[in-house]
């Protein structure tokens, strides 16, 4: 299963004048590394941008990245679930991890479902429940 589609690809790194990014920005949405955004750059036949002067000939200023991805993710919203479930850093709450924490060790309820459920990853839940997070560290065992 690909990472990101030729299309999204097309769009990211093509995009309108002044909207492109590099693979670099784009491999920070995707969740990758820019070698990998390369590679599929080369595997769908995409023209590669050349450089002037050492230099990529689109703006990549963190302002303009920033506004781009977080639109495109707009335009994306399962984004993150239709690639193999990666999602961007997570925060979650003092009292959500308790919660968490609680509701594994007060029922039968798998990782999986407390994750779909917090809407978290099932390693974050692992974390809370082998009492590694920042919220249940100081938690005493029963």
Request: net charge positive; hydrophobic share 25%; aromatic share 10%.
């Amino acid at each position: 299963m690909a990472l990101i589609s030729k299309e999204e690809l097309e769009e990211m790194y093509w995009g309108e004048p002044g909207t492109e990014m590099g693979s670099y920005q784009i491999s920070k949405i995707v969740g990758c590394t820019p070698q990998t955004i390369y590679n599929y750059l080369k595997k769908y036949n995409i023209d590669i941008r050349k450089r002037e002067n050492g230099e990529c000939m689109v703006d990549t200023t963190k302002e303009i990245i920033s506004s781009q991805q977080k639109e495109w993710l707009k335009d994306n919203p399962n984004f993150w679930r239709n690639n193999r479930g990666k999602r961007p850093t997570q925060k979650i709450s003092k009292k959500q991890a308790i919660d968490v924490f609680n509701e594994y060790n007060n029922s039968n309820i798998k990782y999986k479902e407390l994750s779909k459920k917090y809407n978290i990853s099932m390693s974050l839940v692992g974390y809370i429940v082998r009492k590694e997070h920042w919220a249940t560290k100081h938690l005493k065992d029963d």
